[in-house]
């Protein structure tokens, strides 16, 4: 258990409405990510962390945006949701130790946009 | 850019049966190797890694090896139960700890 917590675990929302979703962790990991998944494509980066109030983007970031002004919590916002932004989102903290980091994910949230 | 293929799904098999899930990638650098799982309604877990090649990782039963030579990382295990039924992701991890997945092979184990 890598004390990675996800809110909402289930959300509907209609189209346009802007939504947030939250990350927290409890053992002061440095790095965050966020990511999506879809059927057929895996997972996918959207954004990530690498410290407090610092982020970038990843594979498939247009549409969303995130903060961190913590490090226990990070917050993906979808401004304006859209129908294709329903997907489960995972947030994953990085575990450096060993011969290599190793990402641990959270729980998920299933996100329904109608 | 990097990448990693998985065999699509799904995979139905009889319990007791031997499993082969396979995995090859694409990378310019030396990635480090994963194989996650994910059961229904949850996270993804790790289930074992290797770092370089030649190096196998092992978890409750299940096993791969890094080979470079035929850039692969297939998941095997010798007698899968019906508890092993759940998705199961090749990933891989490159500079910076960037990480590609694979479209994940769900596994489906009947008694």
């Known amino acids: 258990d890598a004390g990675i917590t996800q809110s909402p675990r289930h959300k509907v929302t209609e189209t346009g409405t802007p939504v947030t979703l939250r990350c927290h962790q409890t053992?002061?990991?440095?790095?965050m990510y966020w990511y999506r998944q879809d059927p057929g494509h895996g997972l996918r980066l959207i954004h990530y962390?690498?410290?407090?109030?610092?982020?970038d983007k990843g594979e498939v970031s247009d549409g969303y945006s995130v903060s961190r002004s913590k490090t226990e919590d990070f917050l993906l916002t979808l401004e304006s949701a859209t129908s294709s932004q329903t997907s489960v989102y995972f947030c994953?903290?990085?575990?450096?130790?060993?011969?290599?980091?190793?990402?641990?994910f959270g729980p998920g949230t299933r996100l329904t946009v109608l | 850019g990097d990448s990693v293929t998985q065999m699509e799904g799904p995979v139905t098999l009889s319990e007791e049966a031997f499993l082969t899930i396979n995995c090859t990638y694409t990378?310019?650098?030396?990635?480090?190797l994963f194989w996650y799982v994910q059961y229904p309604g949850e996270g993804l877990q790790l289930l074992l890694k290797?770092?370089?090649?030649?190096d196998k990782g092992s978890n409750k039963g299940f096993e791969a090896t890094y080979r470079k030579e035929t850039t692969s990382f297939h998941l095997e295990k010798g007698s899968v139960q019906v508890s092993d039924s759940a998705v199961y992701f090749c990933?891989?991890?490159?500079?910076?700890?960037?990480?590609?997945f694979g479209a994940g092979t769900r596994l489906t184990v009947k008694p």
């Open positions: 994953a903290i990085r575990f450096s130790g060993g011969s290599t980091d190793t990402q641990y």
């Open positions: 990933a891989l991890s490159v500079e910076n700890n960037d990480m590609r």
């Open positions: 053992e002061n990991h440095r790095y």
């Open positions: 290797a770092t370089k090649a030649d």
């Open positions: 990378a310019t650098g030396y990635p480090s």
């Open positions: 962390s690498y410290g407090v109030k610092d982020t």
